[in-house]
């Protein structure tokens, strides 16, 4: 199973911006990326993804402040999150989809997960 790493989370103030990077330990070209997120009594939800094909996907909520980005040769995915509000805090995650979902979204379309890196807007 492919392992995965975050890193770039930390704390910063409304507005600012914040560049969450995942590696993974293997091969990721033809799998799907997603960023999820969990805050505090909440359930894990979906942000965005970015497909084989190099489609992305968004969550509503993101209203285009949001790009997810791969680099196949480097087996990475970056995920750029601009113009932060507090209600962005959370524990993101990434995840990987080798599976043949044409659209993954959900929590169970996924099958390596990373530890989370913990995401804080505050003034």
């Known amino acids: 199973q492919v392992q995965l790493e975050e890193s770039g989370g930390g704390l910063v103030q409304p507005g600012d911006s914040l560049r969450l990077s995942c590696t993974a330990s293997?091969?990721?070209?033809?799998?799907?990326m997603a960023w999820f997120r969990q805050a505090p009594g909440k359930e894990r939800t979906f942000v965005a993804a970015v497909r084989g094909s190099g489609r992305r996907d968004y969550a509503d909520f993101v209203k285009g402040r949001f790009t997810i980005d791969r680099d196949n040769a480097k087996n990475t995915v970056h995920l750029l999150m601009n113009n932060l509000e507090t209600d962005v805090t959370a524990v993101y995650y990434c995840?990987?989809?080798?599976?043949?979902?044409?659209?993954?979204?959900?929590?169970?379309?996924?099958?390596?997960w990373g530890q989370g890196t913990q995401v804080t807007v505050s003034s």
């Open positions: 293997g091969a990721i070209s033809r799998g799907a």
């Open positions: 995840a990987l989809s080798q599976g043949s979902f044409s659209a993954p979204r959900e929590i169970d379309d996924f099958d390596s």
